[in-house]
Structures are given as C-alpha cells and as structure tokens.
C-alpha cells in the first residue's frame, strides 16, 4: 500500500542504469599517472592535459552481439574508450585509449553532408597538424567505406540521446613506443524532425591499467 501511495519502488525500476568498468562510472572521478603524461605529452597533438578528470556522461555501442564499446566523457574536452569483446566484464576489454576532440565543424546541407560521408571521412591518408596518419581499417578490395555505429549517451542531467556516427580510425608512429591515433567521425542527431550534423575529428592515445586510478 506505502509502495503504491508514494510511488517509489516503481520509480527506482525505471531509472536507467550506465555501465560501468574499471571503476568508471557517470558522475565519477579518476586520474592519469602525471609522470607518463608529461613523458609522453611532447611527441602528441594533443596539450595541456588535465591529470584530474571527472566524467559527465557516459555512451554505448554495441558493434555487435559480443562486442560493445563504451566511451567516459570528461570535463577535460575527451573521453576514455574501453573495447570490450565477449561480455561487459574487465577479464573482456580488449584495448583502452584516451581521446581527445580536436575539431568540430558543423555540417549544414543534405549536399554538404553527402560529400563528408563520400570523400572526408575515409581515405589512405589523413594529414593533421603537419603530420600524416594511415588509415586503419582497409578493406582487401580496395574500398574503405566508413564505419556505421549508434552510441546511446547517458548524460549527468539525467538525459539520454543517441547519435549515428559514420567512423574512420587512422594511427602515426609518434616514437617508437607510442602511436597516436586521429579518428574522423561523421556525426547525425535528429532533433524535432531535423538533422544536426557534425564532422568531428579526435586524437588518441592508448591507456594502461597503471595509467588510471579511479578517485570516485
């Protein structure tokens, strides 16, 4: 009688769940091991990373029926990507980078867009920040189409959104140690029956289990 008068139980029920790993979760904090920053920090695009970093929002993909990728947005313009093939464990995570946004242009035209998804996203070279990166995902025939994936992103607000990404993954040989990677992602929201259009480009660099330690 209590449950139905104040309504609780079903609410709890109702509220959506964000996955979490390695200790990540929304609303989290963690940081990054300061001495291999600053090491490494010189030979990357990237500048002035923040050792500290408290996420704001949380996204899924599920490439397919055993593989899903989560992504662990931070205050700091980037996000954790955690790999994960064959379950939503730890014992399954196949490969963890940090990225971070580079650029983000708008895309206005149905024309416009049409064109980025033909011609900008995938292609043998990438040349960013006078450096050039190989594209990852070949195709033996030749043909390199771009990668179609749904993230559902889980917000701190409490809203939930969900994107179509059109991805192409391209690396560089930083050192002979590092690699750093630049991904081109044609991005698609539908908002009230109108397309919001993005190309965005992103930079990264892999992570090791040392390389974070969860605060909160």
Not at 4 to 9: A, I, N, P, V
Not at 146 to 158: F, S, W
Not at 164 to 176: G, K, S
Not at 178 to 202: M, P, Q, W
Request: aromatic residues 10%; negative net charge; proline residues 2%.
């Amino acid at each position: 009688m209590l449950s139905k008068l104040f309504g609780r139980k079903k609410a709890e029920t109702n509220k959506p769940t964000t996955p979490e790993i390695m200790g990540l979760h929304l609303g989290g904090a963690f940081e990054l091991d300061k001495l291999r920053i600053k090491l490494i920090e010189p030979d990357l695009i990237v500048e002035g990373l923040s050792t500290t970093q408290f996420i704001e929002a949380v996204g899924v993909i599920k490439l397919d029926t055993t593989s899903t990728v989560l992504r662990f947005y931070t205050d700091d313009e980037g996000f954790i990507e955690v790999l994960l093939d064959g379950g939503m464990h730890e014992s399954n995570i196949a490969d963890v980078k940090l990225w971070y946004f580079y650029d983000t242009q708008g895309i206005a035209s149905d024309k416009a867009w049409d064109a980025t998804l033909k011609n900008q996203i995938s292609k043998p070279q990438h040349q960013l920040d006078g450096f050039s990166f190989d594209r990852v995902w070949n195709s033996v025939e030749g043909e390199s189409p771009v990668v179609a994936m749904t993230e559902k992103t889980y917000h701190a607000n409490g809203e939930i959104t969900e994107t179509d990404q059109f991805v192409m993954l391209y690396e560089r040989q930083a050192t002979d140690s590092i690699t750093e990677y630049c991904r081109l992602i044609g991005e698609e929201k539908i908002i009230n029956n109108v397309a919001d259009r993005y190309l965005v480009c992103s930079t990264g660099f892999d992570l090791r289990a040392a390389d974070i330690e969860v605060i909160g």
